[in-house]
């Protein structure tokens, strides 16, 4: 069975402080692929970025970072000089090969940025 | 890109009613899924939609209480039966574009209360 774990359920920081998104996953499949989505207080899922299990290639996109590690089953997401747009609630996920059904969410870590 | 949309975007229900959401694509998707996101929780798989043929379920879910249809390649309902205060959730709706993209796109999702 699949897992996603965010042992972090809240994190304040204040603006400008960079913060990292921890996301440990569970697997038995060898091809896999993992997401971020951020949902902020409007309810909208947001989708982030996606990997796949063979690129474990790090992932910068402006602010945000992405560092994926097989050997850990980690896939953290940093975000650098943060803001107050950036409070929300920030969901990893794992999706099963074949038909992209079945993402399994974890409980999902709410960052709340401050003045 | 495309504009995924929910009705109704919010509704206060009876007890024992049944509500039907409905989740419309601007353009033409492969795979559409329902998920629903409990109070304070993440989101959990309702089904897969399929077109032209009955729901695919996941564990815990039937299609007594949550009848799916889906007519054609941009369309998608969702019933919730018979509601008891415990339906009460977010209900979104999820859509894949290109089959093997294997990334999710979320519906801004019809918040439900249950007196």
């Known amino acids: 069975a699949q897992k996603v774990t965010q042992a972090q359920t809240e994190i304040s920081v204040v603006e400008k402080e960079d913060v990292t998104l921890d996301c440990v996953y569970e697997t038995r499949d060898t091809t896999y692929y993992l997401f971020w989505y951020k949902q902020p207080p409007s309810g909208e899922l947001v989708f982030l970025i996606r990997?796949?299990?063979?690129?474990?290639q790090n992932e910068i996109s402006g602010r945000y970072s992405w560092n994926f590690q097989k050997s850990t089953s980690s896939f953290n997401f940093t975000i650098t000089a943060s803001q107050v747009v950036d409070s929300a609630v920030y969901f990893c996920a794992l999706s099963e090969p074949g038909t992209a059904s079945k993402l399994t969410f974890g409980t999902g870590t709410r960052l709340q940025v401050t003045l | 890109s495309a504009v995924i949309s929910q009705k109704p975007s919010r509704d206060i229900c009876q007890r024992g009613t049944s509500l039907t959401i409905q989740c419309q694509v601007d353009s033409q998707v492969t795979m559409m899924f329902w998920y629903r996101q409990q109070p304070g929780q993440s989101l959990t798989l309702i089904a897969t939609?399929?077109?032209?043929?009955?729901?695919?379920?996941e564990s815990g879910f039937v299609i007594d209480k949550f009848p799916i249809s889906r007519p054609n390649l941009t369309f998608s309902t969702l019933t919730v039966s018979n509601m008891s205060p415990e339906d009460s959730s977010i209900y979104l709706c999820s859509v894949v574009f290109q089959l093997y993209s294997y990334e999710q796109y979320f519906g801004p999702g019809t918040r439900l209360t249950v007196t």
């Open positions: 990997r796949n299990s063979f690129d474990e």
């Open positions: 939609a399929n077109q032209g043929s009955e729901a695919t379920y």
